[in-house]
């Protein structure tokens, strides 16, 4: 019986900063409004009767689509800035330990615990291995792609000599090909992040109702609880 | 010395006013303030005429068809006959032996000074085989002329990119004339064909100013492909205010909506047609109600349906588009998710069975 373990009050520790949980639910947000906006730039909605100049439907699309972008990509900029100032667990999903064995183990071991093989998930303060390496395969790289080739393609429109043609359009669309492949790329790597928040938003109510430590509220006031009072397996 | 521009045009009975009028068309057609009239006229009395060599490749001929046709009637006779055309296999009088000897003849007197203009590309397998001029491939003919030319001009999509006979499988292995060629400036004049004023417009510029124009990191002239159609397009109103052709016999159709849902690929198509237009300024593939094709883009051939806006991934085996391959992956992943729910419940089910026996 676990009953004794529960009455123990566990010490919270605070680990999500509040620029961090800001730019979290931002960047959720923008992502959001980017993917409904986005596809249905490739896919525009039915026409809509009427004259042209009375209309505006696929021009406020994109003007939200853009607007997003550039919360997106500016929002990306502040996180990494706040990667360094931050504490710790700010860094986490941005710099991987590569070279370290036991943290691979700890990959293995979370791989174990969602293939229920393992019986027990290991306590973590921060981010679990697997999740920091999904995070910064998917998301991290994710966002940096959809940054460089959103703004390639937001180029062409603003056209040679602004600042976004020459910083990402200038190279970006011949590095693909022409602009076509950018545009279909932009749209894979879409399904890609959104593949990502399936997951994402998946396991962190899993991992709140069945690991050892919260993680929906957690992301709400920045603290992280405990269930148990054993020791965590990434403490310092 | 070879006749000036001006001595040639006279010859031809042309009067000073229209030679006049034709630099300010010209400086207009260039982008040019009225100031530089006087300056293309100047060029044209003193300066001589540039000897082009025109080598045809692996082509349709539609680029000189093109080019034939330039647009106010002018330049159809002074295009022709301001650069000293000194060999176009295509149009010259001469043939066999004769034809092939002013090749070597041009690059004797003007060695380092001509224009290579090349119209096709030519095919690297069968050691070239399947495209031969004169008895020799035309790669040959090709490096030889290009080793000892000023500049060289890639007419088209082909000389350019490729176009069809380099579209996947391109058994003949034909290749844009950049990959065979260094060390030359090459200015790339993609289309298929391009629009004849953009042709006659790169040479003009460079007989005013005696040097190449401006060109954008793909080597095109920056004057003529620093915009989309779609920047340009007189439909672009119906596109903003989100109204589509969504079938070729529909309402919006007869009414000449935005042909963005039928596949046009003018958003992603760097050109002047919807600015100059065709066949003196007549029309162009939009205002005849088909959505652009994209021809003056690389590989335009290999990048999927015309008719669709979003293309076939063909490295996927079967031709699926990015929606396709993304919402499969995402089926998936949703899917995985599902089955690992009703995993994760009937665990935990499982365990508080253990907890409360």
Known sequence: MTSKAVLKSEPAVYVYEAPVRLWHWVNALSITVLCITGYFIGKPLPSVPGEASENFLMGYIRFAHFAAG?????????????????????????????????????????????????????????HNPLAVLTMHLMLVWGTVFMIVTGFALYGEGTGMGSWQYEWFSSWVIPLFGQ???????????????????????????????MSRQSLVSSMISGWRTFKDNREVDDGH | MTETFYEVMRRQGITRRSFMKYCSLTA??????????????????????????????????????????????????????????????????????????????????????????????????????????GGKPFLEQLTHAAKHCKAIVSWGS?????????????????????????GKPIIKVPGCPPIAEVMTGVITYMVTFDRLPQLDRQGRPKMFYSQRIHDKCYRRPHFDAGQFVEDWDDEGARKGYCLY??????????????????????????????????????????????????????????????????????????AATAAHIAASAVKRAMQKGDRNP
């Open chain 1, 70 to 126: 550039y919360i997106f990509a500016i929002g990306f900029l502040f996180r990494i800035y706040w990667a360094l100032v931050g504490n710790e667990h700010a860094r986490q999903i941005f710099m991987l330990p590569l070279f370290n064995r036991s943290w691979w183990g700890g990959v293995w071991h979370e791989i174990k615990w969602y293939s229920f093989v393992t019986k027990e998930p290991r306590k973590y303060t921060g």
């Open chain 1, 179 to 209: 602009s076509q492949d950018v545009h279909t790329w932009h749209r894979l790597v879409m399904w890609y992040i959104i593949c990502f928040i399936i997951v994402h938003v998946y396991v962190a109510i899993r991992e709140d109702i």
């Open chain 2, 158 to 182: 082909c000389a350019s990119y490729g176009c069809v006979q380099a579209a996947k499988p391109n058994p003949t292995r034909a290749t844009p004339v950049h990959k065979v060629v260094h």
């Open chain 2, 261 to 334: 849902k039928v596949g046009c690929k003018g958003p992603t198509t760097y050109n002047a047609c919807s600015t100059i237009r065709w066949n003196e300024g007549t029309s162009f593939p939009i205002q005849a109600g088909h959505g652009c094709i994209g021809c003056s883009e690389d590989g335009f051939w290999d990048k999927g349906s015309w008719y669709a806006r979003l293309t076939d991934i063909k490295q996927f085996g079967v031709e699926r588009n990015a929606d396709q391959v993304g919402a499969t992956a995402a089926a998936v992943v949703g």
């Open chain 2, 28 to 133: 207009a057609a260039l982008g040019l303030g009225p100031a530089f009239a006087p300056r293309i006229a100047e060029a044209m009395e003193t300066k001589p005429r540039i000897p082009v060599i025109w080598l045809h490749g692996l082509e349709c001929t539609c680029c000189s068809e093109s080019f034939i046709r330039s647009a106010h009637p002018l330049a159809k006779d002074v295009i022709l006959s301001m650069v000293s055309l000194d060999y176009d296999s295509l149009v010259m009088a001469a043939s066999g032996v004769q034809a092939e000897a002013i090749i070597e003849e041009t690059i004797e007197k003007y060695d380092g000074n001509f224009l290579l203009a090349v119209e096709g590309n030519p095919p690297l397998n069968q050691e070239g085989m399947s495209c031969i001029i």
